[in-house]
């Protein structure tokens, strides 16, 4: 009797004793900072260890099919504040077939410690209590609570874990934007049960990946995995995920696990899923991974607007623009109601050209190929007929032949730009719009960039915004004819102005034809060989069809005879224009002169490879017939404190050239909610901190002040 | 290629032992002897609700909901409506968890178990016909032999702490089964820790 008190007495005792320790049976746990003295304002790494007995194992922040995630529940004086857990990438245990996520040995939970700037000096103690479930054949709970000590003074000074706990920090995920990943369902799913695709950039061979997913409440990711065929460069699984109540999950995070050779890397993923992978392709919220916020609906309508008004003065745009104020003026002594009338008609011909766009957007989209905004111009084809167009329309404005009101479609190119009445103001229309689509604006191409990661329904509402942007300014002249009183009277001068806009349009001709090289290489002589050919038959036409009286039949003979013979030499044999010149792979530097920047070629490794190294980044999206990058580089980029800024922050430059349109660029254009370029991105020097997106119209200040944020 | 084919065959393997047990579909019949040597089919307690507990006292998840005398309250609770109660024991003897029937016995008096039988499933059989997966992991049959309810005992993860502060899934399943409602939770995510099958 007396005997199995004192026995129950000493179990007792031990067991009081044995709670107090911070060592449950098979766990040990300790709170180490990476500093022992920091100043206020600072953020001070803190990391839990957790040292397990051999065969003993505690569990990540989503243990799995059994098990507890380790809770830290913090004690701290006012004045510090703790961040979120950086956890370290888990083993997967798949055990018989219920698999959970464990550490062994050891593993180090990272928590940054904010500390306020108003803290006073002297020692700071900083508590915690850390609950965990440890597992070996049995589970026991285990409780400890951890402690330690932190000066606050003038002066940051490392402790001697500082790099103990640094290279804990290196094995715990890094931040997967890089990856451009994406996320979808595979089909609608039977009952519970519906299989999920998550794919993934990734430029080394990847000999295994995984994916270990956040715990949930309403939905369960099953712990197998497949490995599904993806195209190259790219990496995709496929995940079964079982529902449990609610609605299907539309967002999915965790961790993507690749191996590549004897690395193991790991990137926290958070991703919208899509239900359907071509939807998938333009990301509708990278709001969280890159920054940038998706802006509201009639912002961005507004936006689109002024774009388009915008659109009005751009380059591209502006000699047809002038030679609509000549149809103006021509018109202004007429009845008000058909300048009205024309005016209207004008913007219908602006509308419809949009609708017609934005269909062919709605198309392309559809048929799978990522469409980006300059993609007209993108085509060698296209390229080559609008820069015979555009030629023609200037020899018209010289005054080299007319086309008669009447004439017919074929003859369109011609007549366009110069036709009086309702159908010259529709194709006037059309006009302005096919030349204003390389020219993305400022407002624009935030505008329509969020159109682009849209439905249809809106896609057709942005395009016809911006189109009531570009033809607003003639509807408005066209319906206060009082405005009209300050458009100069006709006269000669007309004829004059004709003329002289004959030149812009011979400038704009000219550009496309810089663009043509990079298409065709050297054969492009050929099309200015043509073009010139063109333009003798114009004159052919002009002088003695049109303005000649005799010899009319040989006249015509001679002008097609130049135009098909010019045609089927010059642009079918020589040109070759069907099979432009694939893109030549330029390995290594993009240097232009000895000054100039270093730029390599952009792709997602070679962001992620430089970010790994701990350099900021410097990406330029730009595309040789988009006008704003040009002047962009002339002004804000390719200038000597740039050059000297890059130099000094050891930044990596990755040119991203988007003059071909690759898929690459167009996917990562869409990730930031731009439709088309420019697009400058600096990413700091951490690692885990989102790109800043510059703006489109750039300046040297502009790109100095990211590029020092980004190098602190 | 080898690290695929284990990944097929997990794949094959995971759906195919755990293609078990679904809410809304019939339970999957067992036969089963309790620890003391009687034998139990699902089929004898056809028009009687069904409660299933998958058991491990060493589980510290388990070991709470018996310390505190809340498992064994709501066992009497229920068994008192005319609910069956089994307690489920899939631990393989491959593991120190594991009880002979005599142990199995002893536990059941010292722990006051107050549920209708302890089942012997030191096979697994009916851990992986109904995929069982943590203890404890609780389902709840009704009259008609389909399966209303699986999952959680309560949404209480914890180790420790009084369980009867939860709400518990299982008293609100067999009571809107006796008003003859519909149960607005059906299934949610086990807590516990793993169940040792043999292999």
Redesign the interface.
Known sequence: MFVRRITNFLGVAWFCLAGLSAEAAHTEARLILAAETARPGDTVLAGVQLRMDPRWHTYWRNPGASGMATKVEWQLPAGVKAGTIQWPVPEKLPDEDLTTYIYTNEAVLLVPLKLAGDLGPGPLDLKASVSWLECDLQCVPGQAEVHASLNIGSEIKASKDADYLHTWQTKAPKNGEALSARAWWEGAGIGKSRYLLLEWNSAAAVSEADFFPDASEDFEVQPATGRVPAAPGKFRLRKEVKKLAGDWPRQISGVLIQQSGPARLAYEVNLPIESSPTAAAVNTSPAVATGVVAPSLWKMLLYAFLGGLILNVMPCVLPVIALKILGFVGQAKDEPRQVRKLGLIYALGVLVSFLVLAGLVIGVKAAGHKAGWGMQFGNPQFLVVLTALVTLVALNLFGVFEVNPGARVMDAAGTLASKHGPAGAFFNGVLATILATPCTAPFLGAALGFAFTQTAGIIVLMFVVVGLGLASPYVVLSWQPGWLKFLPKPGVWMERFKVAMGFPMLATAVWLFSLIPLHYGKRALWLGLFLVILALAAWVYGEFVQRGRAHRGLGIAAALALLVGGYLYAVEDQLRWRSPVSDTALAGSLKEGPDGIDWQRWSPAAVAQARAQGRPVFVDFTADWCLTCQANKRIAIDVPSVRAKLKEINAAALLGDYTRLPDAITTELNRFGRAGVPLVLVYPKNPNEPPQVLPEALTPGIVLAALDGAGR | MK??LT??G??G???G??AAA?VGKPAPEFTATDINGETHKLSDYQGKIVVLESYNQ????CHNHYRTGAMQELQRELTAKGVVWLVVNSVSPN???HRSPEAARKEWASQKINATAWLDDSSGAIGKAFGI??TPHMFVIDQAGILVYE?AIDDR????GDPRTAHNYVREAVQKLEAGQQLA?S???P???????G?
């Open positions: 690290r695929a990944l097929l997990l794949l393997v995971v759906t032992a755990f679904e060493d589980c510290p998840f593991y120190p968890s997966r943590t999952g993860p914890s180790p420790e939770v299934q949610t995510k807590y516990g820790c793993g169940v040792k099958y292999s």
